[in-house]
């Protein structure tokens, strides 16, 4: 178990709709990051967020969103979903802010149908 | 630009092998970090080791061991008499200390399957 939890494990959703992914990082980490897995791109950094800042912006659509809250817990938001955002995503944490280990949740999977 | 590269998509070899698992980088940076992580049938992400790009010793834990030459921009990993529960998929990643996140830039990805 690497302390990092995210809800929910799994979701089924249509296209057009909108989700909320959840993270809680491990106890005294700072840093907070989203991944994108899927089959055709592998794993996607999309964004990263430092005591509740941004940090840095990967490859993330304009569509998503996402944002880290005073105690540290993060959320992801897509909307208007599409076929080919079905994906794993995953979230991670880290102490502070590069470089460190980051530690990932189990991951949400998402299927958009 | 950095860019990772596991060559090697899947390997299968019989319980008690040995394997190598290939990992190449490529980064501008001077100071960097390399990282392994297991992606197990259950699908969460384990991390295994971590290096930074200035301590090139060779390290070993129990029966895995890693070999970083930053002469040839690699940093190999061996499974040393391979059991079942080592087939997973094995993540090779890169963070540049540069960029000043903590962004991860994976490889593909290398599958094991290890035979009984």
């Known amino acids: 178990d690497s302390g990092v939890t995210q809800t929910p494990k799994h979701l089924i959703t249509a296209t057009g709709q909108r989700v909320t992914l959840r993270c809680s990082p491990r106890s005294g980490d700072l840093s907070v990051y989203w991944y994108q897995q899927s089959l055709d791109q592998g794993l996607q950094f999309l964004i990263q967020?430092?005591?509740?800042?941004?940090?840095a912006k990967g490859n993330i659509l304009e569509r998503f969103s996402a944002q880290q809250f005073p105690d540290l817990h993060s959320e992801l938001n897509l909307s208007s979903l599409e076929l080919g955002d079905s994906a794993l995503y995953f979230c991670?944490?880290?102490?502070?802010?590069?470089?460190?280990?980051?530690?990932f949740g189990p991951g949400t999977r998402l299927l958009v149908l | 630009a950095q860019k990772v590269t596991q060559a090697q998509t899947e390997i299968s070899v019989v319980e008690k092998e040995d394997v190598t698992l290939d990992c190449v980088y490529e980064t501008r940076d001077t100071t960097y970090y390399l990282f392994w992580y297991k992606q197990p049938p259950s699908g969460e992400l384990v991390f295994l080791i971590r290096r930074n790009s200035f301590d090139e010793q060779n390290e070993i834990s129990g029966r895995y061991s890693w070999n970083f030459q930053k002469s040839t921009s690699s940093f190999n990993f061996t499974i040393t008499a391979s059991q079942v529960v080592d087939s997973a998929v094995y993540f090779c990643a890169l963070s540049e200390a540069q960029s000043n996140t903590g962004k991860l830039i994976f490889g593909q990805g290398t599958t094991l399957q290890v035979k009984p």
């Open positions: 967020y430092y005591n509740g800042e941004e940090r």
């Open positions: 991670a944490s880290s102490e502070l802010a590069g470089g460190e280990t980051q530690y």
